[in-house]
């Protein structure tokens, strides 16, 4: 469904991306995973045709984004990280402003609408001001803005965000649900273990330049030695300390500003508390780690490997 051949792209002096070449089969739901800066939101907005390449080009649905960048557009939906909403304007009004927006029908507006809050159960908010939503909410009510022309392809920034736990289960569960709708999903995600439960494809990118490409598990069996991933939670330390000491894959595991997390001194007294593990395990080993903490009454707010 994408082929970037031999793409790249310079800003300057400062080169963004470096020859690179991808393929997303059609209906996967891949993931490109890699730390800011690494050329990800970049690779994205090329393939929207929001950016042109300084060489190179790629296919979407077999429509070039250099020379047929409108066909392009008729068939992708690209919800950037960091997006607006208009204030007091409904969700219902954001739906059909984007539906209008996208070339359909007025007398198709107001169904399409209420059909796209539907799927992204947000219908029961569809008279709320969409500038009043919760940050999961509003990034459910930006997947159902990019899907106000029915495309076939969708291109995801970090759709997961600063969501909470919670919230990253319902965003997987949306997207798991729109790949069975046949739609052809490219998300970015800062880590793997992000990715590890919802994606069928995965690319890592380092500096501009494709390291890693293929199906999930084979590109989950390649992975560094040694790894830091920082949990940031509210509850009890010493709960969430032992957890961790007893997964798979854990080598250690520290509290910044304690002498020791796993001697059992006393757990620290702040609200919000944070614990550095060193991991050596699978990706497999890291999501069932979160699932852990999550299900044993620790309220993690964070859970990301450090780049």
């Known amino acids: 469904m994408i082929e970037v051949q031999a793409l790249s792209k310079s800003y300057g002096g400062r080169i963004a991306l470096a020859d690179v070449s991808l393929v997303v089969p059609p209906g996967s739901i891949f993931g490109l995973v890699g730390p800011r800066g690494s050329g990800k939101s970049t690779l994205l907005k090329i393939l929207a045709t929001l950016t042109r390449p300084s060489a190179g080009d790629a296919l979407v649905a077999g429509a070039s984004i250099v020379d047929e960048p409108l066909r392009v557009r ?6 950037p990280r960091d997006f607006g909403v208009y204030p007091e304007q409904t969700c219902a009004e954001y739906i059909a402003f984007f539906a209008a927006c996208y ?35 509003r990034r459910r009510l930006g997947i159902a803005r990019v899907l106000a022309h029915d495309p076939q392809v969708l291109l995801l920034d970090e759709p997961m965000a600063e969501l909470d736990p919670r919230a990253h289960v319902e965003m997987r569960t949306l997207l798991k649900e729109l790949s069975s709708m046949g739609k052809t999903i490219l998300l970015t ?18 500096a501009g330049q494709i390291t890693l490409a293929g199906p999930l598990e084979v590109v989950l069996a390649v992975r560094p030695p040694h790894r830091t991933i920082a949990v940031k939670f509210l509850g ?7 957890l961790i000491k007893s997964a798979a894959g854990v080598v250690d595991v520290q509290m910044p500003g304690e002498p020791d997390a796993s001697s059992g001194a006393p757990a620290t007294i702040a609200l919000l508390k944070e614990l550095r593990v060193t991991f050596d395990g699978a990706y497999a080993d890291a999501s069932a780690l979160l699932r852990s903490l999550m ?11 450090e780049n």
């Open 295 to 305: 299900h044993n009454g620790v309220q993690v707010v964070s859970f990301a490997e």
């Open 103 to 137: 070339g359909v029908p007025p007398k198709a507006r107001a169904a399409l609408a209420e059909d796209l809050l539907q799927l992204v159960d947000l219908y029961h908010r569809r008279d709320t001001p969409s500038d009043r939503l919760t940050p999961a909410m």
């Open 236 to 242: 009890d330390a010493r709960l969430a300390i032992n």
């Open 74 to 79: 008729r068939q992708v939906g690209y919800l």
């Open 189 to 206: 995600a800062p880590n793997m273990a992000q990715i590890q439960d919802l994606c069928t494809h995965a690319a890592t990118i380092q």
